[in-house]
């Protein structure tokens, strides 16, 4: 069993108030989730309304299907033009760790 997560900081473009910030997180959020049916949640910096983190995760049993997906979750948010992706963490536990 292999557990893959990502951790994406990002800093938003023209949002003026947390009720903004939600409105472009929250589609993303759920793209992720729709779409490569991955757990995924705002993480950090709730409290900022410019900047939010977001957090992936994925549980597979073989580290190739594991990383096409994540690659394929970084590429969607990357491309996400209202956004600025600042930095990606991935990170890969196995039954070692």
Do not use: W
């Amino acid at each position: 069993m292999y557990v893959g997560t990502l951790s994406f900081d990002l800093l938003l473009g023209d949002v003026r108030s947390l009720k903004e910030k939600r409105s472009v997180i929250r589609p993303i959020v759920a793209e992720l989730h729709r779409k490569f049916a991955v757990s995924v949640a705002e993480v950090g910096d709730q409290n900022l309304h410019r900047r939010a983190e977001i957090g992936v995760a994925m549980v597979s049993g073989d580290t190739g299907h594991l990383s096409d997906v994540l690659d394929r979750c970084e590429r969607l948010v990357a491309a996400r033009p209202e956004i600025e992706l600042l930095s990606v963490r991935r990170r890969l536990h196995g039954d070692d760790d």
